[in-house]
């Protein structure tokens, strides 16, 4: 992330860019809200006669897409300028047809970011694991996505050794 566009990274500016990004606009995908640390996030899949698959359900590429940059996005936002942060490896379980609107809440803790934190000190790399659950209006989980990120410090943000200190 370059830096006009950290100063421009907030809540309010990736919601509204999100929801007029045609991958997510075209597959009736909505943000309906981004907590202001970036740590909460909710977005919602709307059941549309262009999303439908054959069986008239939710489109499964459409679930997936729901998932795909969020977690990348909201530890952009909560790092910041000094972090690498892309999306690895992801799977999805369909576990019931999407019949109906979908939803899904993303969710960074503490310990989650203490633990990123604490793995890239040094420079190393992290790959934390998030699982989402994508439910319906009822509420019944429709599926289960596993998303693996990979997270690193950016080379001018990682801690010298002293050898490395002396020679400069």
């Not at 421009?8 to 990004?21: D, E, M, S, T």
């Not at 977690?71 to 300028?81: K, S, T, V």
Request: charged share 25%; net charge positive.
């Amino acid at each position: 992330m370059g830096k006009l566009v950290s100063k421009l990274y907030r809540p309010k500016v990736v919601k509204f860019a999100l929801n007029i990004w045609p991958p997510f606009w075209g597959a009736g995908i909505r943000i309906v809200s981004i907590s202001e640390d970036f740590r909460e996030v909710k977005v919602r899949l709307k059941l549309r006669w262009w999303n439908k698959n054959a069986n008239r359900t939710q489109y499964g590429g459409s679930i997936f897409s729901l998932t795909d940059p969020i977690y990348c996005l909201m530890l952009m936002g909560i790092l910041g300028d000094g972090y690498f942060v892309w999306d690895k490896q992801a799977s999805i379980n369909f576990i019931k047809p999407g019949q109906s609107d979908l939803c899904a809440e993303f969710i960074v803790t503490q310990e989650m970011l203490d633990s990123i934190l604490q793995q890239t000190v040094n420079g190393d790399k992290s790959f934390p694991e998030f699982v989402i659950f994508v439910k319906d209006n009822d509420g019944n989980v429709v599926s289960e996505v596993k998303r693996q990120l990979y997270v690193r410090k950016k080379p001018d943000y990682r801690n010298q050794t002293a050898e490395e200190k002396q020679a400069a």
